[in-house]
């Protein structure tokens, strides 16, 4: 089977704004992977103002920079199952599970007894859900040999023990880490600890520490302990603030890269040695860039056997050490990066650091890069997950079945390339096996399911092949609220099903820009269903009377709304006259199945009938709802066998009415003409 590629139809008045979104579009591509992965994360329209530059990257990315993606990278649990913790005993045990887990925190979690670890294994995921997700009365502990570790977007606080400000009696970390590699903290907020905040320690390697704020406490970030010099860090636009010491120190390092950190209010003790900011230690060779300090005590130093590079900070209100020499490194010869001007990180980093309710509300699964399949990714969501989550889908074919079950909303599937046609998911049972449900190539029985940028096929070759069920879907919904956008289905009979779970349950779809092709009642079932701007190829089954049907719909009888196909172009290679518009269909002979179906304001080929509908298994179509409204091109007209909708009625039949419902969906706001 061939199909059309991404071709949106035009709309009047909408010339303008296409080449505006074209600009954007290139605009927002603009920067390396590199750059929008380890770039800044956390840019804004006031920061990217103050550098007299146009900036169109996210704030910050959902992969990790710096040291954390070298030598293979870290992904924490990516490939694993999602899971949803609210509770300290879930928490544990998923932590510290021997399989790969994305562990969503919701909620703050109390640990008892006061000060205890959980702790975390190779190959996991910890992020906060929204800015909700904290960690009370606890440390997360990495043991020695855990590898491939990701925290985000925690608040982890209060295991402060009263009258032990050094934690020399307690030793309540918020993180501790011996010996582990591949760790990327990010956007946490730790705060008010028994002993140091963050710890990494004992050749612990490839560590990024990113976006968090150190708060209300001693000893913020201490890295080494070890008389090895094997530690890579890198260490940005994190806040210290009302912290004394260890912002960070950091001992022995083979590498600390420092950039974009914003030091402000430290503690005011008076203690002439250990109340500092940064501290090159040891053999450590670090690297400072564009950093701000404000109120800081000895705002960088360095061991006489240890080297330091500062370049582009701003000092304010400092005194005391400010040690640079030696040539330390270059960070670029280890990965890309961009840097935010010094001017702009207090705005920045006081903003952006720490948990962001835009992280782990929504979850982002990776296919192929970390689920083979898109049903591994599927299998992997949270039944009765509360947040979106995106399964992007790399460029390619995907031969396999795909079963979206009831229990998993809130479902974004997102082909990745740039156009539809670069990610196909194709597979080719006929109903002979299983049924027309069991033939479709992709089933979505859960509702609030969007799919976008992808083509969906069974490519069963019914030519070649002599069976009694020869229907073969590509895409069956039941669900409610499902969205279709950019998209492409391919089939010959029965191509496209839109349904419901039972006859007097209405659901909604929604299908735009897309393209969908086939000859036998190739978009079917009793959903109410909005076709909008989108391109329909009517295949030829080389017949010179009776080619096809486009539709057969079932809708309920009490339901005033099934297919709508609006503002929408059908094509066909098939010789004039030989295509219907459609038929009724009453499923088992059910009586209350009373199509409706309305072609609105779209062009029609030379192939469509000059009496485009016709009966069904003895149910006459003219018992049905079958219409057109200014329909238009060769294959339309106005006879007494082609019903047209009433002027007065056309305010009643948009896209608005057919999908509002009673919850008011509206999946096409703010697109005009609705």
């Keep these: 089977m061939t199909h059309l590629r991404s071709k949106r139809l035009p709309h009047r008045g909408r010339a303008l704004a296409a080449v505006t979104a074209l600009i954007a579009s290139f605009v927002v591509g603009a920067f390396t992977p590199a750059e929008a992965a380890a770039g800044s994360a ?35 649990g990516a490939g694993g199952k999602v899971v949803t913790v609210t509770d300290q005993a879930s928490l544990a045990r998923y932590a510290s599970a021997e399989e790969p887990y994305v562990i969503r925190v919701a909620g703050a979690i109390d640990v008892a007894p006061f000060g205890s670890d959980i702790v975390v294994t190779s190959n996991k995921t910890l992020i906060g859900v929204g800015d909700t997700g904290e960690i009370v009365h606890g440390e997360l502990h990495l043991n020695p040999g855990t590898s491939n570790v990701v925290i985000r977007n925690l608040t982890i606080r209060d295991s402060y023990v009263e009258g032990d400000w050094d934690g020399k009696t307690t030793d309540f970390d918020a993180i501790q880490m011996d010996t582990v590699d591949h760790v990327w903290i990010d956007h946490n907020r730790f705060e008010h600890m028994g002993d140091g905040l963050l710890d990494i320690r004992k050749d612990s390697r490839y560590v990024t520490v990113s976006h968090n704020q150190f708060k209300n406490h001693n000893k913020a970030l201490g890295i080494g302990w070890t008389t090895n010099v094997q530690t890579e860090i890198t260490i940005d636009h994190n806040w210290f603030t009302g912290t004394k010491q260890r912002n960070p120190s950091a001992d022995n390092c083979a590498y600390a890269h420092l950039y974009n950190n914003y030091l402000s209010a430290q503690v005011a003790d008076g203690d002439p040695v250990w109340t500092y900011g940064n501290w090159s230690r040891g053999r450590t060779k670090m690297v400072i860039e564009n950093s701000y300090y404000d109120g800081v005590q000895h705002p960088y ?15 304010k209100n400092v005194d005391g050490r400010q040690d640079a020499w030696g040539a330390a490194f270059d960070p670029k010869d280890f990965y890309a990066y961009r840097l935010d001007p010094a001017a702009a990180v207090p705005a920045l980093v006081t903003r952006f650091s720490g948990p962001q309710k835009a992280i782990g509300t929504n979850t982002a699964l990776n296919v192929p890069g970390d689920y083979a399949t898109v049903q591994a990714a599927v299998d992997a969501v949270p039944a009765g997950n509360d947040g979106t989550v995106t399964i992007r889908i790399a460029p390619g074919t995907y031969r396999e079945k795909v079963l979206v079950p009831a229990n998993k909303p809130n479902l974004v599937l997102q082909g990745t390339g740039q156009d539809r046609s670069d990610t196909v998911i194709v597979y080719d049972t006929p109903a002979e096996y299983g049924g027309s449900t069991g033939s479709a190539t992709v089933r979505i029985v859960a509702s609030d399911v969007t799919a976008r940028n992808l083509t969906f096929s069974n ?7 002599e069976l009694k069920g020869e229907q073969a879907l590509a895409v069956k919904t039941t669900g409610d609220r499902i969205v279709f956008e950019n998209t492409a289905f391919l089939g010959n009979q ?32 009793r959903a109410t269903t909005v076709i909008e701007r989108s391109l329909i190829k009517a295949l030829s089954r080389g017949s010179d009377s009776n080619n096809g049907y486009i539709t057969a719909a079932s809708t309920w009888k009490d339901n005033p709304y099934g297919f709508l196909i609006t503002r929408s172009k059908v094509v066909s290679d098939a010789p004039a006259g030989t295509y219907h518009l459609g038929r009724p269909w009453h499923p088992g002979g059910e009586p209350n199945a009373v199509a409706q179906v309305l072609f609105r304001e779209t062009e029609l080929p030379a192939a469509i009938k000059s009496s485009p509908w016709t009966d069904m298994s003895g149910f006459s179509w003219k018992d049905a709802r079958f219409a057109e409204y200014r329909t238009y091109g060769p294959g339309s007209g106005v006879t007494a066998d082609r019903p047209q909708l009433d002027g007065a009625d056309a305010s009643t039949h948009t896209v608005a009415k057919y999908l509002a419902g009673t919850d008011g969906w509206a999946p096409h706001r703010g697109r005009a003409g609705h």
């Design 301 to 315: 130093q360095a061991d006489a056997t240890a080297e330091l590079v500062q370049r582009g900070s701003i000092l």
């Design 42 to 76: 956390t840019e804004s329209a006031e920061i990217a103002a103050q550098s007299g530059r146009t900036v169109a990257a996210p704030r910050w990315s959902d992969r990790p920079h710096g040291f954390a993606s070298l030598d293979g990278g870290t992904t924490g």
């Design 494 to 525: 029965d191509t496209l099903m839109t349904d419901s779970p039972k006859l007097d349950v209405i659901s909604r779809v929604y299908i735009r820009d897309s393209y969908i092709e086939g000859d036998v009642d190739f978009v079917y079932g």
């Design 459 to 465: 490519d069963f070759d019914e030519a070649a092949h």
